[in-house]
């Protein structure tokens, strides 16, 4: 019996490590991302520490799709998402309100300094389709609420 279960975890060792990995690589930009939406330390390191706990249940599948770490940034999202409904201030979630999921988040992660390449890499996307939707989200800024887009970014 002590022989299977030693069999279970080195099987399972590969998938722990790589975990591990993706968790040390992802966790700074997620602990940003859902600080910058949630305003709040506290509720922003629970739905990251939430968000990571769901990947690690489902992290088997997740390594199935075809693009992983996209997967985890959606699960992410939709526990920062559910998380904005829960606080004192939701203009903290502005972006939110005004664009798609999709190019709120690229929007937002460029005002939290990241470069395309770096917000692709953190959502599991194309670097070509983040920086197509960086323009899009521009210009629906633009005509929704020119005061969301600053000086600099005219």
């Known amino acids: 019996m002590a022989a299977e279960s ?3 975890a080195s099987a399972a060792q590969p998938y722990l490590s790589g975990f591990s990995a993706f968790v040390l690589m992802q966790k700074p930009g997620y602990d940003l991302y859902a600080l910058a939406r949630l305003g709040d330390p506290g509720l922003s390191e629970a739905a990251v520490r939430l968000a990571l706990q769901r990947t690690a249940g489902q992290w088997g599948g997740v390594l199935l799709q075809r693009r992983p770490v996209a997967c985890a940034w959606r699960i992410l999202r939709e526990v920062v998402s559910v ?3 829960h606080t004192p201030d939701p203009a903290a979630d502005r ?3 005004l664009l798609p999921a999709g190019l709120a988040d690229v929007e937002l992660l460029h005002r939290l300094g990241l470069s395309v390449a770096q917000s692709a890499q953190l959502t599991g996307r194309e670097t070509a389709e983040t920086a197509a939707d960086l323009l899009m989200a521009r210009r629906r800024l633009a005509v929704a609420d020119p005061k969301e887009i600053t ?3 005219r």
Do not use: S, T, V
Request: charged share 25%; with cysteine; proline share 0%.
């Open 95 to 97: 972006l939110n309100q």
């Open 151 to 153: 000086i600099q970014d």
């Open 6 to 8: 030693d069999r279970a």
């Open 83 to 85: 998380a904005c409904l």
